[in-house]
């Protein structure tokens, strides 16, 4: 079989391919063979007729459009890998000859990818991140766990920002009382931001027992529609103040938080360590970033094809979806919690698709010129990495996911890793 192909557009092609007489003779077989078993013709059984009684009676060419849906799908597979394009869509078939005793010949159009012509993708020079831990950082981590252990102790006196109040209240749009604008003994920390703006604010100061009126307007952006951009009065009974009391930082303190230390020192070299470890690798993260950012940038890709950016939004409402049902969640209970539909999903993905799309044509096209390679020791590793990742045995992510998702995946990050690994930090 012969194949060729044209390009039409700057990412259209015409694809032309023959089919040859041996494989039409083969694919006539298959359809007679098909066709007969229903076919009823005087003087023979059910299914029995002849190829040569057929051809008679209806003519061979009735058999061409079955002959050709068997034999298409081949025929254009060895095409597009003879003529070594890379479509991206399905292909919009014509055909040019069914001639009788000759190869047929037949005409796909089809989008296929872009060129890309890489730039500078090694030895970049990305923005210098900061892996120092300060001591202040470790004090900061040191004072988070401390005030995660703080205890709420009743308080005299008024109330401050960061006290939290006990009390009752009750919402009015003028002499009338608003539904769902009525709490009983409800805690409330000041500057929290739980409330509208201004209503913490106006509890700064009440002590235990004292009533307060708390006047407030609503955002216009409020979800309750009676009340957006209303301006109403909270009539406020304040029963208790609290306030946080912190343990004491000491090596008893330590232990507390964490048992595998015996000191206050230890607990703080410890949190230096895992600050290191964290600030390491989000700088790491970072310098990946701009380095690919980069390697993107310096490639020339003429123009996107929409199809391929349709695609990749599709692709990661897929795996953003698969994430979901691996937590337990359908998209039927995401979309019923979040309060959003497939729709609003889509728009969230299409931020940045593009950007995603030329990234993975990039990275595509570093593996092809770097001949990089993925051998049978890489998948084996991936397999071990996802199964601990999602908490799945080994067998089980190898039904799930085909070898040549996982070698294209391995290939793409070992070209990433080229990218970044020679990166330099200036």
Sequence with gaps: MTAKFEKI??????LTFEISEESIKQGLEVAFNRVKKNLNVPGFRKGKVSRQVFNKMYGEEALYQDALNFLLPDAYDNAVEETGIFPVTQPKIDIESLEKGQPWVIKATVIVKPEVKLGEYKGLTV??????????DVEDRLLQE??????LVVKEGAAELADTVVIDFEGFLGEEAFEGGKGENYSLELGSGSFIPGFEDQLVGAKEGDNVEVKVTFPEEYHAENLKGQDAVFKVTVHEVKTKELPELTDEFAKDVDDSVETLAELKEKFRKELEEA??????????DLALRQAVENAE????????????????????????????ITPEMYYQITGTTEADL????????????????VLEQIVKDENIEVTDADVD????????????????VRSAVSVEMLKNDISMKKALALITDSAVEA
């Design 127 to 136: 923005e210098k991140q900061d892996r120092t831990v300060s001591e202040q």
């Design 146 to 151: 401390q005030a995660k252990s703080a205890e």
């Design 9 to 14: 557009n700057t990412n259209e092609v015409v």
């Design 301 to 328: 890709i003429v123009e996107l094809p929409a199809e391929m950016v349709h695609e990749e939004v599709h692709r990661q409402m897929q795996h953003y979806l698969n994430d979901m049902r691996r937590n337990g």
């Design 279 to 288: 600030k390491a690798e989000a700088a790491d993260e970072a310098v990946a």
């Design 381 to 396: 590793a991936e397999v071990k990495e996802l199964a601990a990742q999602y908490g799945m045995e080994e067998g089980a």
């Design 346 to 361: 889509h728009h969230m993905m299409e931020k940045d698709a593009d950007v995603r799309t030329k990234t993975n044509l």
